[in-house]
């Protein structure tokens, strides 16, 4: 079994088809992050451990969900149906057979092409940014901050991650390289969400979000 970790805030609608395309093998922990909708309710109704935490952050959610799980191997991705649940075998296999530490999905925006980015501009610019900061300063060969991402349970638990905004994926990066891990990253889809994003679906967003960033980069600079 693989325990993946779903950090929620109001994501009723989306819920039904990213929990209906969890692969065998994989167990969802939702983590309920304060949802004024029917997110727990729904996440329940299809069969995921729902955890509550109070304590609003998406840092604060991803590591509630990391002390549920009781998995070896544990995934962390959104929960707005911007990724396929079906893919997770491909950041989660690698790990599973001891050949990488850390796998991370590397986006590919195929709503461009078609019917408008699923990514905004402001979005793709700050992940490129943050990429480049981890290539040039961490030595770790990333394209993409990716949300889906898959490493061991307890190696994770032991780097002790402090932080609990929009920082925590930066941090686990820079933890993991600084403890040696072998880190890499696949490439997996990256789809239109359902409703708004709270974070690339406004500029405000995007930059809180650099922000939290750049004081992880900041307190990690060698």
């Known amino acids: 079994m693989i325990d993946v970790?779903?950090?929620?805030?109001?994501?009723?609608?989306?819920?039904?088809?990213?929990?209906?395309?969890?692969?065998?093998?994989?167990?969802?922990?939702?983590?309920?992050?304060g949802s004024t909708d029917d997110s727990a309710l729904i996440a329940a109704r299809y069969g995921a451990l729902v955890v509550r935490e109070p304590r609003r952050g998406f840092g604060a959610a991803c590591h509630a969900g990391l002390l549920a799980a009781t998995a070896d191997v544990v995934c962390f991705m959104d929960a707005d149906a911007s990724l396929d649940p079906r893919q997770l075998p491909r950041v989660a296999n690698p790990v599973d057979a001891g050949e990488s530490d850390l796998v991370l999905g590397r986006r590919v925006d195929e709503a461009r092409a078609r019917s408008g980015s699923a990514w905004p501009v402001h979005a793709r610019l700050g992940n490129a940014v943050l990429a480049w900061h981890l290539r040039r300063g961490a030595g770790v060969l990333l394209h993409d901050l990716g949300p889906m991402r898959a490493c061991r349970r307890k190696a994770l638990t032991d780097l002790g991650l402090a932080d609990r905004r929009f920082g925590?994926?930066?941090?686990?990066?820079?933890?993991?390289?600084?403890?040696?891990?072998?880190?890499?990253?696949?490439?997996?889809?990256?789809?239109?969400?359902?409703?708004?994003?709270?974070?690339?679906?406004?500029?405000?967003?995007?930059?809180?979000?650099?922000?939290?960033?750049?004081?992880?980069?900041?307190?990690?600079?060698?």
């Open 5 to 33: 970790v779903l950090p929620c805030l109001d994501e009723a609608a989306a819920l039904p088809w990213v929990l209906g395309r969890m692969p065998p093998g994989y167990r969802p922990i939702v983590v309920d992050n």
């Open 168 to 222: 925590y994926p930066l941090e686990m990066v820079l933890r993991a390289a600084a403890a040696g891990w072998r880190i890499a990253e696949t490439e997996v889809d990256y789809l239109p969400r359902a409703g708004r994003s709270k974070v690339t679906g406004t500029v405000r967003g995007t930059l809180r979000a650099i922000a939290d960033m750049r004081a992880v980069l900041a307190a990690h600079r060698p």
